[in-house]
Each structure stands twice: as C-alpha cells, then as structure tokens.
C-alpha cells in the first residue's frame, strides 16, 4: 500500500441550533489591549431561521487500495504547509510506517518544529492513523493497547456561552442534569479589570457553585490571558467555592510564572496547561520542571496520535496525570481508551464547538449521561455524511 494523493477539502454545511452558535467568546491574550477587548464572538451566517453556515477544512490522504485517512479542522495555514511542504514527502510512501513518516517530516521542517508546521505534521499522522485502523479493522485505540475500559467520563467545556448571570445558572443546571460531573468556564476579566474583574470571576463561579450544587468539579480556562497575580487573587477569592483547576492562565512560554504559581496557590486548586506544546522535547521540558499539576497535551496540535503516546510516556514515568485536549474528540479517544484511567480519568467535551466540529461525520462522538463510550469504527471514524455537505472546494494551494 501506497499513498497516492494528498487533498485538503473545505466542506460547507448548515448546522440547525436555537440560538447562534457563540453566545460569547473565551479571553484572548491580547484583551489587555482595549481595541481587543471589545470584540465579540465569532458570527456564523443565518441562511435560514435556526440555521448557520459552516466550514471544516478536512486532510484526506488517499492510497492506492482506496482506503483513505482523514483529520478535521485544520486551519488555512495547515492545509498550505500540508499541500506545499508534507505533500511531496509523503506521495509514493507506506502509509503504514508512521514512525519513518514522522521523523522525516519533522527532520524536514526545522523552521516548523513548533506552532502551525508541527500542527500540519500532527494533521497527517492523525490521518495515517485512521488508515492504519481501517487497513487492519479495529479502532485506532485497538492499535495502541486499548480498549481499557468501555467508557470514559466526561467534563464540559462551555466555551461560547452566555456569561450572563441567570444564563449560566440555567446552563449549568441543564449540563448537571444531562450528567455531567465536570464543568468548565471562560471568563472575559483579567488583570486590566483590576478588582473588579476579580469580582465578576468571583460571581461567576458562586453563581455556577449554587446551581450545580456541591459535589460537581468547576474549572476556568482563562486561555493564556491572565498574570500571577490575577490568578492567585482569584485562586484565593474563590477558596471556598473549590475550584478544582484553574487552567492556561499565563502565556504558554512563562514557564517560570506557572512554577510560582504552583508554590503559591491554595491547597486543592490545580493548575492545567500545555495544549500549547509541542513535541515530546517541549513536555520533557515542563514535567523536568514541574512546572503544572495537570497536562494537556493536543494531538491534533502536538505531533499527533505518535507523539503524544511519547508525552503520555513521559507524563506516566514522572508520576503525572493528564486529559487531552478536547480539539478533537477521535483524537483524543484514541490515546484515551488505551490509557490507564490513574492517568487519563476523563475526557473534554465542548458542548457548542463538537456539534460544529463533528457535523460532516457519519459517526460522530457523542457523550450520553456524561460518558464518552469506546469507539468502534474502524480507524478514527472519520468517514463523511455526504447529506451534510452542501458545497465543498479543494484548498491550501492558493497563496
């Protein structure tokens, strides 16, 4: 078997939802600038009453028994430096030699070692590992040990939602009722509010504490946009409404930050991070340090499915714990169910992004009662619902 053909394909459909998609947006690093700030969230078109307009750019690489392996996602910088620069190196290849694949890649992309060229590289392994599965009949956690368990339970993440008072306690208890044990928040405030942005952190998780009631774990992600003292003025504010992890809240790269913030902070809060590294190099750097209490690694971002079984190593042998990223839930599911629960307890599920994320997939990942159940599709079961696509073009060879 050999891969005949490399295509990065945008999909259009149209997602039915009662509202628009982003009620809200996350906090972005650059809020501490006030032309930033007052942004609002992302808008999707309304092409009829209760329908938006969507878009995934997926990676296909073909072979030449016709079993294709794909990703979702990918971003317009991936599929150029996919079609560009891994496209050449990877025609004429065995797909199924992913090892040899990876290292050639990587060794092919000095400049692209971090940020969006090791993205693109982790968008073709996850593909190769999808054929790899489909060539062989099993689930891709099959391929790496698993299953472990049958089930998984799951967070939320409630990115793109209302931060309105009465709207996060009317969410938060729909989300317990529908089984979740797990939420987490995004709060907009940071340093340049002051105390009073601590205050509205403050209100928030009181307000989501009250409606979830006392045994359901609260989290924030302040996605890179906060500083020590921010964090620790909140850590502290909200003591009594036990916090379980409060996460990303400095830029990736103040390693030095989070390791104070670590000695710091009060007994119980955690600090989570590292969606943002890449490679095996880059978290051999942060558990060497000790820097966090919780990882993250992305494979959809970090190298994909073969280099985050690397990380996983890592993390394991230090005695750490860690749950994925939640960029993609095949991704994620296939380094998860061939985890120790002591070291993977539980998966992410964005509850606004994966009904846009998985639209175009005949088989998508869904939790029911709060749990994420083995896959059983061959590969990643990234197979495409062809009735929900309504137009599609081939991209990442314009610029």
């Known amino acids: 078997m050999i891969i005949t053909d490399v295509r990065c ?7 039915a939802a009662p509202e628009p998609i982003f009620a809200d947006r996350l906090r972005r690093p650059n809020d501490i600038y006030p032309q ?9 078109a309304e092409v009829a009453p209760g329908r938006y307009e969507i878009r995934s750019t997926f990676l296909h690489v073909e072979t030449d028994t016709h079993l294709v392996g794909s990703t979702a ?8 430096i996919i079609m560009r620069t891994l496209r050449p190196l990877l025609l004429g290849t065995d797909p199924l030699a992913t090892e040899r694949i990876w290292d050639v890649l990587y060794r092919s992309s000095i400049h ?14 996850c593909a190769l590992w999808d054929i790899r599965g489909q060539h062989l009949g099993v689930p891709a956690h099959v391929l790496l040990g698993g299953p472990t368990r049958t089930e998984v339970p799951a967070y939320v993440s409630t990115l793109g939602d209302s931060l309105e008072p009465e709207r996060v306690a009317a969410r938060t208890t729909e989300l317990v009722g529908a089984g979740y044990r797990g939420l987490k928040w995004f709060p907009r405030w940071g340093p340049e509010d002051g105390r ?11 307000t989501v504490r009250d409606a979830a009631g006392p045994d359901i774990d609260i989290m924030l992600d302040a996605w890179s946009g906060w500083d020590v003292p921010f964090t620790l003025d909140v850590a502290h504010a909200t003591r009594d409404l036990r916090l379980t992890w409060i996460e990303e809240p400095l830029l990736a790269d103040q390693a ?9 902070l009060p007994d119980g809060v955690r600090i989570a991070g590292g969606e943002h590294e890449y490679g095996r190099w880059g978290y051999a750097d942060l558990i060497a340090t000790d820097t966090l209490d919780l990882y993250q690694p992305d494979p959809h971002w970090d190298g994909g499915i073969s280099e985050t079984t690397k990380i996983i190593a890592l993390i394991s ?37 994966m009904p846009m994320y998985q639209h175009f997939l005949a088989a998508p990942i869904r939790p029911v009662d709060g749990h994420v159940a083995a896959p059983t ?18 991209v990442g060879a314009e610029r």
């Open 36 to 44: 930033f700030r007052g942004t609002g969230p992302q808008e999707f």
């Open 9 to 15: 394909v945008e999909y259009v459909g149209h997602l």
């Open 73 to 80: 996602q990918l971003s317009p910088e991936q599929a150029f």
């Open 112 to 125: 692209g070692r971090r940020g969006a060229g090791m993205v693109a590289l982790s968008a073709v392994d």
């Open 377 to 394: 599709a061959p590969g990643l079961g990234m197979a495409i619902d062809r009735a929900t696509v309504v137009a599609e073009r081939v």
């Open 317 to 353: 042998a230090a005695g750490g714990q860690l749950i994925p990223h939640g960029q993609s839930l095949q991704c994620n599911a296939a380094v998860t169910f061939a985890a120790s629960p002591a070291l993977i307890p539980q998966m992410e599920y964005l509850d606004r992004l």
């Open 196 to 206: 009073a942005g601590v205050d509205a952190v403050v209100e928030l998780v009181g």
């Open 256 to 264: 030095a930050g989070y390791r104070t913030l670590r000695d710091r």
